[in-house]
Every structure is written in C-alpha cells, then in structure tokens.
C-alpha cells in the first residue's frame, strides 16, 4: 500500500435560499449567521481528526457548500490561521472557496485573495436571467458576468465557472450561448454539468418540462468540440481546464486519494499504511447537531470492506479522461490488479475501456454508472 496526497474539505452548510434542484447538505439561513461560533467547531473538529494524520502533509484545501462566501473574509482568514497551527500545508497548497454570484458575494473576494484563498469557484449556472429565474437562482446574469470580472481585477487567475444545461425548456442555442459567454470571458477552468434531477428536491416533486435526449445529445455533442476548439482540455466527465488550472483537490478525490472532512455532512477517506485499511468517517448533516458540544468524542469511522473497495475506486477513477495505471489500483487499495482484471477484460471487448490503463473509451463515460455496477 502507498499513500496517496492528502486534502481538506470544509463544508458551509447554509444558503440565503434553498435551489429547488439541489440535494447538497445546505439549509436556508433564517437567522443571523454565526460565523465565529462555526469556524470555532469546524478548528475543534479538524483537531479531533489530527490523531489520524502521522505527519501527513495537505497538499489542497476546498471550501464547499452551502454558500461559503456568506462567511467574511475575516472568518475564512481566522480559519486559514487555525489550519496551520493545526496540521501543516505544503508549499504551494491549493486552496478554493466556492462563491455565489450577487453584490455582497463580489466585494468580498478581495478579502478572500489576502485570506489566502488562490482558487475561486464561482456559481454562474447560466448567463441568462430567464434561465436563472427557472433555476430558482437569486442572482442575475449581469451579476454572473460582474462577479468574474470582480474576481480578476482583485488579482484571482485560478478560477472556475460552474455551469448547467439541460435547464427547463432549454433550447441547444441557449445552452451554447452559456458556454460560449464563459469561454469569452476567457476563465481558465469551467465545471459544464447537465442539471439531473435529485430525489427529494423540489424539483424531484415537480419537475419541469426538460430538454429530449436529442436535444441533449446535440448540446453536449457540440459543447465538447466548442471546449475543444478554444483549447480547454476535458479531464473529467464534467471538468474543462486551460493547461496547469486543472482543479488539484477534486483530481485527488478522482485519483482516490485521502481526505479529511470537517463541517456539518462532510465525509472523509484516510488509508493507514500501518494497518492496511482505509478508514471512512462523517459528520452530523444538520447544523444544529454539528454545531453540539462533545459533537466529535466518538470516533465515528469504519473500515471500507475489502470487497466494497474496487467499486469505490473505480466510481471515481473512471470519471477521469485519462485514468489511471494499475499500479495506482494496486497501491490506493491495497489489493492486486487480479481482482477486476475480468471486469476489465470484459468491457474491453466491448469497446468500453481502453487498452492497458484504467480508463474508459469515450462511449464507455456513456455507460460510467453501469460498469461500475459491475464491480459492485
Ligand atoms: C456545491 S454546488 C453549489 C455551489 C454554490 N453554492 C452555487 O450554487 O453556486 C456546486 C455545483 O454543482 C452543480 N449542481 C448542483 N446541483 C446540481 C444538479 N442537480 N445537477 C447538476 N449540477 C448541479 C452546480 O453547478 C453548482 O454550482
Ligand atoms: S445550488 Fe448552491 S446556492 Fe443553491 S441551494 Fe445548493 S448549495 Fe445553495
């Protein structure tokens, strides 16, 4: 077995409002936000996990909501400080917050940039107010364009546009008016995801009329060769990056690499050399348990079975363009290459995954949650 990197994830669990399509661990805030009280607990948390770290180092750090640009630049910068008194970063550690579009949201990115945040993920979804309004989004298109521009005029180069399509009634010529007004824009990463809908969302209950598998087969069909052609490099099913803006933290989750989580829902993944194992824990989803005195005196992790661990390593492999070696298995799992060489062979014949690698074909990213099944 070999370690793999290690990241930090933090989880803001709040949102002025709640989406109708999102099933992420965010509540709608209908009291003041106490940000001290939560940045306190969420240092607590990281120190109860610090007996499992052996002197690792975190090579990245993403701050995921929820909405963590609710938080001021002050809250975020007295967390950086905590981190580093608790566990040690490496050099040149990769450190993201997610931000909503909207006025309050913008002015605080240059106090975000001084915090020590260097990477900027923002939620444009569309550019399109009619579009936005369909989402249950609260910020305007002429938001979404400010909110870039604030971000590169504080001095951020490292950031990413999220966007959607498949939005309710959404024709293929709006869907790559988004696209194209992100590439304007010239951003160096965009997160190009078509909307699904998640049970128990408002949506899930009330679904709007979406766009046909013809439709989407012709959006997505000629969103990638509009990637391609304005040279953004597809290297998950959903990431598109400028070369060297590739998104280090999420292609370490991707890679199967280790994880501390801490925040309201957050989980985490840490392999143990000395034992073998690869341990998975989580915390309470609701704030309000999260937020507990003696919230984390159980330990609170369990063992990932030996038979669990070739699908959870290939959900999250596959999802990568260009795979990874067998080795990689090998070593992250700490099991041999024999126990889906079968798997393996059979898709290959198939025409589904690439020859020597674990890596599927570009029909076989059609197919992702089927193959991985396979395995389960
Ligand atoms: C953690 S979420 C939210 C980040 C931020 N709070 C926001 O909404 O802008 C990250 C991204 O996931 C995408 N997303 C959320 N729900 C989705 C869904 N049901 N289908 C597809 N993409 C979704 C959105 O693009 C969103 O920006
Ligand atoms: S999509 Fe973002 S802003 Fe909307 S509820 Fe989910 S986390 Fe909050």
Same mark, same amino acid.
């Given at each position: 077995?070999?370690?793999?990197?290690?990241?930090?994830?933090?989880?803001?669990?709040?949102?002025?409002?709640?989406?109708?399509?999102?099933?992420?661990?965010?509540?709608?805030? @209908?009291?003041? #936000?106490?940000?001290?009280?939560?940045?306190?607990?969420?240092?607590?948390?990281?120190?109860?996990?610090?007996?499992?770290?052996?002197?690792?180092?975190?090579?990245?750090?993403?701050?995921?909501? %929820?909405?963590?640009?609710?938080?001021?630049?002050?809250?975020?910068?007295?967390?950086?400080?905590?981190?580093?008194?608790?566990?040690?970063?490496?050099?040149?550690?990769?450190?993201?917050?997610?931000?909503?579009?909207?006025?309050?949201?913008?002015?605080?990115?240059?106090?975000?940039?001084?915090?020590?945040?260097?990477?900027?993920?923002?939620?444009?979804?569309?550019?399109?107010?009619?579009?936005?309004?369909? #989402?249950?989004?609260?910020?305007?298109?002429?938001?979404?364009?400010?909110?870039?521009?604030?971000?590169?005029?504080?001095?951020?180069?490292?950031?990413?546009?999220?966007?959607?399509?498949?939005?309710?009634?959404?024709?293929?010529?709006?869907?790559?008016?988004?696209?194209?007004?992100?590439?304007? #824009?010239?951003?160096?990463?965009?997160?190009?995801?078509?909307?699904?809908?998640?049970?128990?969302?408002?949506?899930?209950?009330?679904?709007?009329?979406?766009?046909?598998?013809?439709?989407?087969?012709?959006?997505?069909?000629?969103?990638?060769?509009?990637?391609?052609?304005?040279?953004?490099?597809?290297?998950?099913?959903?990431?598109?990056?400028?070369?060297?803006?590739?998104?280090?933290? @999420?292609?370490?989750?991707?890679?199967?690499?280790?994880?501390? %989580?801490?925040?309201? %829902?957050?989980?985490?993944?840490?392999?143990?050399?000395?034992?073998?194992?690869?341990?998975?824990?989580?915390?309470?989803?609701?704030?309000?348990?999260?937020?507990?005195?003696?919230?984390?005196?159980?330990?609170?992790?369990?063992?990932?079975?030996?038979?669990?661990?070739?699908?959870?390593?290939?959900? @999250?492999?596959?999802?990568?363009?260009?795979?990874?070696?067998?080795?990689?298995?090998?070593?992250?799992?700490?099991?041999?290459i024999n126990?889906i060489q079968e798997g393996v062979k059979h898709f290959q014949n198939l025409g589904l995954w690439q020859d020597n690698?674990?890596?599927?074909?570009?029909?076989?990213?059609?197919?992702?949650?089927?193959?991985?099944?396979h395995?389960?």
């Open positions: 077995m070999r370690l793999p990197p290690l990241s930090l994830y933090i989880h803001f669990p709040w949102c002025e409002q709640k989406c109708p399509y999102c099933d992420f661990n965010s509540h709608e805030l @209908n009291q003041p #936000l106490e940000e001290t009280v939560y940045i306190d607990q969420l240092l607590i948390d990281l120190s109860s996990q610090h007996c499992f770290l052996f002197g690792r180092t975190v090579s990245s750090i993403f701050m995921g909501g %929820g909405t963590p640009s609710l938080f001021s630049p002050e809250s975020i910068e007295r967390l950086l400080v905590g981190i580093k008194q608790i566990v040690t970063l490496t050099e040149n550690v990769e450190i993201t917050l997610e931000a909503n579009p909207g006025s309050v949201e913008s002015s605080k990115f240059s106090g975000y940039l001084a915090a020590g945040i260097n990477r900027l993920s923002i939620g444009i979804q569309s550019f399109q107010d009619q579009k936005l309004q369909s #989402l249950g989004r609260i910020h305007t298109g002429r938001e979404a364009y400010e909110a870039y521009a604030i971000a590169r005029q504080c001095g951020f180069e490292n950031i990413n546009l999220d966007l959607m399509h498949g939005l309710p009634n959404q024709s293929v010529h709006d869907a790559l008016f988004d696209l194209r007004e992100a590439i304007n #824009l010239n951003v160096n990463h965009i997160s190009w995801y078509q909307l699904t809908i998640e049970p128990k969302t408002i949506f899930a209950r009330n679904t709007p009329l979406l766009p046909n598998d013809l439709i989407l087969g012709d959006i997505e069909q000629k969103g990638l060769a509009m990637l391609h052609d304005a040279t953004y490099a597809r290297y998950e099913i959903s990431a598109y990056a400028r070369q060297g803006f590739e998104c280090r933290h @999420n292609i370490n989750y991707w890679k199967f690499g280790d994880y501390l %989580g801490i925040g309201a %829902g957050a989980h985490g993944k840490i392999s143990e050399t000395h034992t073998g194992q690869i341990f998975r824990s989580s915390r309470p989803r609701q704030p309000r348990l999260y937020l507990r005195k003696n919230a984390f005196k159980a330990l609170n992790r369990t063992a990932v079975l030996e038979a669990d661990r070739a699908a959870e390593f290939l959900m @999250n492999t596959l999802r990568l363009i260009a795979g990874v070696d067998f080795d990689t298995y090998e070593d992250y799992t700490n099991m041999s126990t690698k674990i890596a599927l074909t570009q029909n076989g990213l059609r197919h992702l949650d089927s193959i991985v099944a395995f389960l």
